[in-house]
């Protein structure tokens, strides 16, 4: 990919290169859906996914579009349990809830320590609750939260890449060490962890994107992660669009996320899974998309490798 020295990645030029927030209601969940997941168990069983409306991060990643459905303040003590009930009213009977808040969970101008609680209380009848937390975020506040719940408590956390030059220019403001920290914290004490990593990020080729998301997958079982899940990158943000625009950037294809699919749940190390929201952006042959689609679903679903499918059109990697 072609360099650009006078590129400085930083909050200031990754923020002023947003476009607009979309309209939320602090009293709503932006979303909610269920999908359905194999547990650590094996089975496959039904996952509610909450998108919490709160205050955006407080970090910036470069490639995150998470805060196009957040606050820019913190939305008042209640209104976050409010919001579960709220969706809770909606959704079938699952045995299984992520609480996805567009950010950390244990962010105290997100989520306040006086909702956990309450938030506690209205997911009782759960088997497992999954929340999502930055490495600087875990702390005593989750084992906190993990005393009030009655179901078990995963907690997802952003590897991103393991590439020492890239994951600094992601602005996560993490190092390996830090993840390390964070996973070992939350194994000691009995939580089980899961990572996102990244497939393709910025300033990286088709093959070193596979490389570094395999490379990254083989770290975070390393340190004790029980789970991973592979997301292609995509542009949408502003900041991915400008770098797309140079040259630094460019989405993965179909045929890498198959790859890497592979790779991890080859490893037998843990649970693998591609992340397949909006998969048509990932191909250009319209001829395999939605097989290769069906393919990754039912890999995630049974941890197993199904047959490649045949088409025409050639990975680009
Ligand atoms: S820590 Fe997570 S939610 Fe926050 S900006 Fe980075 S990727 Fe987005
Ligand atoms: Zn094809």
């Known amino acids: ?107 105290e101008r997100a989520i306040p320590a006086e909702d956990y609680k309450r938030i506690a209380s209205l997911v009782s009848s759960f088997e497992t609750v999954i929340v999502e937390s930055h490495p600087r975020l875990i702390n005593e506040k989750c084992l906190l939260f993990r005393d009030m719940l009655k179901p078990d408590l995963q907690i997802a956390v952003g590897l991103e890449t393991v590439h020492p030059d890239i994951l600094p220019k992601l602005n996560k403001q993490m190092t390996l060490d830090d993840f390390r920290n964070s ?10 962890s899961r990572a996102f990593v990244l497939l393709r990020p910025p300033f990286l080729s088709e093959s070193e994107g596979i490389y570094w998301a395999e490379r990254s997958i083989d770290f975070a079982f390393s340190v004790g992660v029980e789970c991973c899940t592979v997301i292609p990158v995509r542009a949408g943000n502003g900041a991915m669009d400008l770098l797309m625009g140079k040259g630094h950037f460019a989405p993965p294809d179909i045929h890498s996320l198959e790859a890497v699919l592979e790779y991890g749940i080859r490893l037998n190390a843990g649970r693998v899974f591609a992340d397949v929201w909006d998969s048509g952006l990932f191909s250009s042959c319209k001829k395999c998309i939605d097989q290769r689609t069906n393919r990754l679903i039912a890999m995630n679903l049974s941890q197993k490798i199904i047959n490649q499918v045949k088409c025409t059109c050639v990975s680009p990697g």
Request: charged residues 25%.
């Open 1 to 107: 990919m072609s360099k650009d020295a006078d590129l400085v990645i930083n909050d200031r030029w990754i923020v002023s290169s947003r476009g607009r927030k979309n309209a939320v209601d602090p009293q709503k969940p932006y979303s909610w859906l269920v999908e359905k997941e194999c547990t650590a168990s094996g089975r496959i069983e039904d996952t509610a996914i909450i998108f919490l409306t709160n205050r955006e991060c407080s970090f910036h990643c470069l490639m995150c579009d998470l805060w196009k459905n957040t606050t820019n303040r913190s939305v008042p003590v209640g209104a976050i349990p409010d919001q579960i009930e709220w969706a809770l009213e909606q959704i079938p009977d699952v045995k299984h809830l992520k609480l996805y808040n567009s950010g950390s969970f244990f962010d």
């Open 183 to 192: 996973i070992s914290y939350l194994t000691q004490h009995g939580i089980l």
